[in-house]
């Protein structure tokens, strides 16, 4: 399985746009690259998965590069609510059951 | 409608008994997971169901054991309650898991176990 390595944690301030990245340097052909939010004392939540180039929801974009050795998550003008821990997964496609391996996480902290 | 519930919320008790969490998913998916997640926040996968049948169980005591009675249902039963049980347990479910492509998991809200 990929091991992927963020920051432990980011600061910000409202209106800002927060940009993650994730390193995956074994990332193999099939596996896609995924991120979940976690809010305290909830599960997490899918935000967005990409295989490559740029991939934009209503709530986030990922930019991954060629080589897809990295990822970054980014947010766009984040309000209070989005401080939340953020995880950067890389899926093992073959793998029966889709077992995901969740690293630390990123934890965001907005601020007023 | 909750799509992944999971009951109880909390559970406090001792050492050496034995408890069960139950989890329930109302989205129609395949497939199941129980997750632990400790104080440092790191996230373990410990099993999964595809249509009541376990294809995924990692390294975890025995005194571990899941039971999906149909693919709406996965319960957790732990045995003989140790300190180091005490953390969050998450279940989740996606739509298939099986497949060669990474599809979406879905997770509850979590059951604090704490071990006294």
Known sequence: ?112 | DTAVSQTPKYLVTQMGNDKSIKCEQNLGHDTMYWYKQDSKKFLKIMFSYNNKELIINETVPNRFSPKSPDKAHLNLHINSLELGDSAVYFCASSQDGTSGTTDTQYFGPGTRLTVL
């Not at chain 1, 390193?23 to 052909?29: D, G, Q, V």
């Not at chain 1, 690293?103 to 601020?111: M, P």
Request: hydrophobic content about 30%.
């Open chain 1, 1 to 112: 399985l990929a091991k992927t390595t963020q920051p432990i944690s980011m600061d910000s301030y409202e209106g800002q746009e927060v940009n993650i990245t994730c390193s995956h340097n074994n990332i193999a052909t099939n596996d896609y690259i995924t991120w979940y939010q976690q809010f305290p004392s909830q599960g997490p939540r899918f935000i967005i998965q990409g295989y490559k180039t740029k991939v934009t929801n209503e709530v986030a974009s990922l930019f991954i590069p060629a080589d897809r050795k990295s990822s970054t998550l980014s947010l766009p003008r984040v309000s209070l609510s989005d401080t939340a821990v953020y995880y950067c997964l890389v899926g093992d496609g073959q793998a029966a059951g889709n077992k995901l391996t969740f690293g630390g996480g990123t934890r965001v902290l907005v601020k007023p």
